[in-house]
């Protein structure tokens, strides 16, 4: 490559690079919600255009050109399999699990108050069963009860405050 023709190859990549990297980055955050990362591949793209260019590659519209590279790139990144630490992990709010001792716990405070539910008067019993052991809806308490909604809602509420003096929550 002469001198003449690598001048001219830089000044057209200049002008793509002012002409188009803003709105390249812009694209590249939107695909990986990381401004760093896409600003790498952003350059990373400009580098391989510019390899492709002293090869002696022919570019008919450099921003269509930069726009595929980049979302090459960007497709290579989402394949690449991404480990993380566990610190890092930790910082962005995972906590990792001790064991099933919680959801046990949970299990057997469930078993409970399915048991104390029996010590309800009657009228709060079908409506907590339904609620809490049927998991069904008040508008389908109320079709099965005949019921209106808000009676069903108050026994429920009422059945609760009970439910939880029973427990001593």
Known sequence: MTPKQEISLRAVLTAAHLNFEKKLNVHAFFKLNDHELG???????????????????????????LYHILNDLIVDEYRKHKTSSLNVLMEKGFEPSTGKSDRIFNLLDGKALVLLIAQLPETYQKVMRMK??????????????????????????RGLEKLKKLCKF
């Open 39 to 65: 600003e790498d591949l952003v350059q990373d793209a400009f580098i391989k255009t510019w390899k492709y260019l002293v090869r002696g590659g022919k570019i008919e519209i450099m921003r269509a050109f």
């Open 132 to 157: 809490y052991v049927q998991d069904l809806s008040i508008t389908e308490m109320s079709l099965i009860t005949g019921q209106s909604k808000n009676a069903i809602t108050v026994q429920a509420y």
